[in-house]
């Protein structure tokens, strides 16, 4: 009975070995390289199956060219998934075989199964319009998009950009940027042999921009050039063809001399004119140099009469006004205002003084220093004229204080001498 159980016990030991020798050879099946990884361990740890140092690069789909690039060292891993490429320069991304764009960067991730690339470091890219640097950049092949999830700073169309991130959508050319900045020199006189160029300053929350059809769609845009010229909007779209931009929301524009407001507004800005409706308000300015002449002690022989009358005082307080439509048109060599539709415009003055007037258009003309008003115009005032003329053109050339009116009726008052009396101040 022993020796029964003795051989049972021989058995199992043996059955054990065979399992433990058969085992041993499928691990060896799967991992060839097992007899010899403790002794050359460093190698087998190393996660990449292959390194090339100073390769040219090019990738095809079949005869059509996607990229190519020099890259000091690529790393493939084991399994293929994974190609890590070190020191891309001299970088050209194709589009139906076309270079449209170029590159560098300093370490790109290309995942074989996404056919995505991730450039980690600093990575630069240059298109025709635009060259910009960022942190990161994200490329998906399959959509030709380019994306910039961390801040990106360069140039775009001649100036100086920084932009919250965005995207470039290589194959329509359309890009995308977030909250930024645009600074640069902006052609602003049509005429292309004598250009006369402006610095401007463009912020924004949000652009888009297609290159078929060419527009530009800014959200919250704001501009401000050289002279002091302001210009905001909630939306702008701009069509490069013919030149146009559709401005809607809060349009606000402001010169040293003017602010107009409205919620829509067109320009079109290769003859430089600017249609505004929708609730529209202009505020018309004084010059400095009339408000600080008007706070002098007066001048024997100075005009210093009640408010309404006298013209240096009035000279010194702006007029707002309100109409229909005001198409403005603002050239080097045409500057004019047009209200149309139920003008109206106040000035308030020192001492409760006040006058309002209406008509039916009015044309504010900077070169020809005149405002001219027409159709039904009515002034009232504080001091209780009131007259009703059929057209009214005054100056408004420094010095010159003429006036003329059509034919009307009402009440109007002149200032009255006041001899052996002092000159008012006028108050202000």
Not at 48 to 65: C, E, F, M, R, W
Not at 82 to 92: A, F, H, M, T
Not at 145 to 166: D, H, M, R
Request: hydrophobic share 35%.
């Amino acid at each position: 009975m022993s020796s029964i159980r003795t051989l049972g016990i021989a058995f199992l030991w043996l059955l054990a070995a065979i399992l433990l020798y058969l085992g041993a050879m499928r691990l060896r099946s799967v991992d060839p390289f097992a007899d010899y990884r403790n002794k050359f361990g460093s190698v087998f740890n190393n996660p990449y199956a292959i390194s090339l140092n100073h390769v040219k690069v090019a990738a095809y789909d079949g005869q059509t060219p996607l990229c190519r690039f020099d890259v000091n060292t690529i790393d493939v891993r084991r399994d293929e998934r994974e190609i890590w490429l070190r020191e891309c320069s001299q970088g050209v991304l194709y589009d139906a075989g076309k270079p449209v764009a170029n590159f560098e960067a300093k370490l790109v991730r290309w995942d074989a199964n996404q056919r995505r690339a991730e450039c980690i470091g600093v990575a630069r890219l240059k298109t025709k319009d635009m060259e910009v640097a960022t942190e990161t950049a994200t490329w998906e092949e399959t959509t030709s998009l380019l994306t910039f999830p961390k801040p990106i700073s360069g140039t775009l169309s001649g100036g100086k950009v920084e932009a919250a991130g965005g995207s470039v959508r290589l194959a329509t050319r359309e890009i995308a940027l977030g909250r930024g900045s645009w600074t640069g020199l902006v052609n602003f006189q049509a005429d292309k042999e004598k250009p006369k160029k402006r610095r401007f300053v463009y912020r924004w929350q949000s652009i888009k921009k297609t290159s078929k059809p060419p527009v530009a769609t800014y959200v919250g845009a704001e501009a401000i050039d050289e002279d002091d010229t302001f210009f905001r909007a909630d939306l702008i779209v701009h069509q490069e063809e013919p030149d146009i931009a559709d401005c809607t929301g809060a349009c606000a524009m402001r010169s040293p001399r003017m602010d107009i407001t409205s919620k829509k507004t067109v320009i079109e800005l290769k003859i430089k004119k600017a249609t505004i409706t929708d609730g529209v308000t202009m505020t018309m300015w004084p010059k400095p140099a009339d408000v600080a002449d008007m706070k002098l002690l007066p001048k024997e022989g100075d005009e210093w009469d009640e408010p309404l009358h006298s013209r240096k005082i009035g000279k010194a307080f702006p007029v707002r006004a309100t109409s229909d439509v005001i198409t403005y048109f603002y050239a080097d060599d045409k500057r004019v205002a047009n209200l149309d539709g139920h003008v109206h415009a106040r000035q308030d003055l020192p001492g409760g003084a006040w006058r309002e007037i209406t008509a039916n258009k009015a044309v504010l003309d900077d070169i020809k220093e005149t405002l001219r008003l027409d159709g039904n115009v009515h002034y009232v005032a504080s001091n209780e004229d009131d007259f009703t003329v059929e057209w009214m053109e005054i100056s408004t050339k420094e010095g010159d204080e003429s006036w003329s009116a059509g034919p009307g009726s009402g009440k109007s008052t002149t200032p009255k001498e006041k001899e052996g009396e002092k000159p008012k101040t006028g108050g202000g």
